[in-house]
T-cell receptor, first 115, second 112 residues
């Protein structure tokens, strides 16, 4: 497809389980961003990559959260030992470059529910 | 602290009316400011991106203004339509690491 895709679209898991969320950016886009969005709130920045390099992970809430983009394309956000407070919509975005005028294109998100 | 504040939190207007949404920021250094429209259950869609040298930018019925001196931006919607009902999010790129800092959004409801 032409847009950013994410999978799964919905994930329900039990507390303590690990989850992996996948983002497939627009082909050729250099930058990839992960956000978390609580209901009724704006997106909260988690981390971003230029190519395969993780440029900034200051938004990751704690060390249970990690992300990788090993080949500079698809990215995986992993949450270990999930907790109920991790429940949220996780959104991925990509942009052609990381310059001043880059437009970010958002994926549909993965709705994570931790029981 | 780098912050983006939006007002009002929510707004209800009648179809055909105009409205203006506000965004104040304290992000430094400043790179650019974006307005996004987010329909319920969908991802945000970019409306405008403005750098400090641009003080007005239009996209159809949407007009964004930026005052880099007072660190304020507004999004004006003209002749509103039912399809304008959405959350409008102000985002500032800047800070020492060039991150995107999001406001909480203004939820706009356009009624017939």
């Amino acid at each position: 497809g032409a847009g950013v895709s994410q999978s799964p679209r919905y994930k329900v898991t039990k507390r303590g389980q690990d989850v992996a969320l996948r983002c497939d950016p627009i082909s050729g886009h250099v930058s990839l961003y992960w956000y978390r969005q609580a209901l009724g709130q704006g997106p909260e920045f988690l981390t971003y990559f230029n190519y395969e390099a993780q440029q900034d992970k200051s938004g990751l809430p704690n060390d249970r959260f990690s992300a990788e983009r090993p080949e500079g394309s698809i990215s995986t956000l992993t949450i270990q030992r999930t907790e109920q407070r991790d429940s949220a919509m996780y959104r991925c975005a990509s942009s052609l470059a990381s310059g001043r005028q880059d437009t970010q294109y958002f994926g549909p998100g993965t709705r994570l529910t931790v029981l | 602290k780098n912050q983006v504040e939006q007002s009002p939190q929510s707004l209800i207007i009648l179809e055909g009316k105009n409205c203006t949404l506000q965004c104040n920021y304290t992000v430094s250094p400043f790179s650019n400011l974006r307005w996004y429209k987010q329909d319920t259950g969908r991802g945000p869609v970019s409306l405008t991106i403005m750098t400090f040298s641009e003080n007005t930018k239009s996209n159809g019925r949407y007009t964004a203004t930026l005052d880099a001196d007072t660190k304020q931006s507004s999004l004006h919607i003209t002749a509103s339509q039912l399809s304008d009902s959405a959350s409008y999010i102000c985002v500032v790129k800047g800070g020492s690491q060039g991150n995107l800092i999001f406001g909480k959004g203004t939820k706009l409801s356009v009624k017939p």
